[in-house]
């Protein structure tokens, strides 16, 4: 599987973006996908995850209410739409994917995630 993230941008606080990872393989359809994010000498923190079956959804504390992940199955993609933006939010964020044992399957962890794409830049400006 190859991951393509975009989307990325510069955006005031309280503005909206929204993140794409598009993904080759035929087998995208079966695989959780995850979103993380970075910052320079930080370690890569869990954003958002969602099952293979796009019935299960889970975030992190800190863009619970803001941030909603779905995947659109016929595209092979997965999009973060991030509202409510704070400057803390600025970061590189990740798409990752993995074979999931199940369609409400996900996890938290990156080293649960083989794939993954090569990240995206957010800028929040206060």
């Known amino acids: 599987v190859q991951l393509q993230a975009s989307g990325g941008g510069l955006e005031q606080a309280g503005g909206s973006l929204r993140l794409s990872c598009a993904a080759s393989g035929r087998t995208f359809s079966t695989y959780a996908i995850g979103w993380f994010r970075q910052t320079p000498g930080e370690e890569r923190e869990f954003v958002a995850a969602?099952?293979?079956?796009?019935?299960?959804?889970d975030y992190g504390d800190s863009v619970k209410g803001r941030f909603t992940i779905s995947r659109d199955s016929a595209k092979n993609t997965v999009y973060l739409q991030m509202n409510s933006l704070k400057p803390e939010d600025t970061a590189v964020y990740y798409c990752?994917?993995?074979?999931?044992?199940?369609?409400?399957?996900?996890?938290?962890?990156?080293?649960?995630?083989?794939?993954w794409g090569q990240g995206t830049q957010v800028t929040v400006s206060s």
């Open positions: 969602i099952s293979w079956g796009g019935g299960s959804t």
């Open positions: 990752a994917a993995d074979s999931a044992a199940g369609s409400s399957v996900y996890y938290h962890r990156p080293s649960m995630y083989r794939y």
